[in-house]
């Protein structure tokens, strides 16, 4: 069985930064991209990153560019998010996720592998 596992998440001032993790078991890690998203309260889902298989290639959200990196370790099995310059606005549940493949997409569709989410709270 497939196991997603985010942690990280929790309460930061505007300006400060946070760092995502998400540890996966149960399917070989290295061969599929992986991708965050999040969900603000009354808010649909949105994509916030993605990293292929070897970690070569990104994809970013136009408004986390700049301010949150996206990387992984398939030694450990693990996908990080760092984030920095944190907004109010970044307020929300954010969810790793696994991929069908091996390049990085920003389409939900193509995920079939989904945490449970990790919160994060920005406010002063």
């Known amino acids: 069985q497939v196991q997603l596992v985010e942690s990280g998440g929790g309460l930061a001032q505007p300006g400060e930064s946070l760092r995502l993790s998400c540890a996966t078991s149960?399917?070989?890690?290295?061969?599929?991209?992986m991708g965050w998203f999040r969900q603000a309260p009354g808010k649909e889902q949105e994509f916030v990153a993605s990293i292929s298989w070897g970690g070569f290639s990104t994809y970013y959200a136009d408004f986390v560019k700049g301010r949150f990196a996206i990387s992984r370790d398939n030694a450990k099995n693990t996908l990080v998010l760092q984030m920095n310059s944190l907004k109010p606005e970044d307020t929300a549940l954010y969810y790793c996720a696994m991929t069908r493949g091996q390049e990085p997409t920003i389409r939900r569709d193509d995920y079939i592998y989904w945490g449970q989410g990790t919160q994060v709270s920005v406010s002063s």
């Open positions: 149960g399917r070989t890690f290295t061969g599929y991209a």
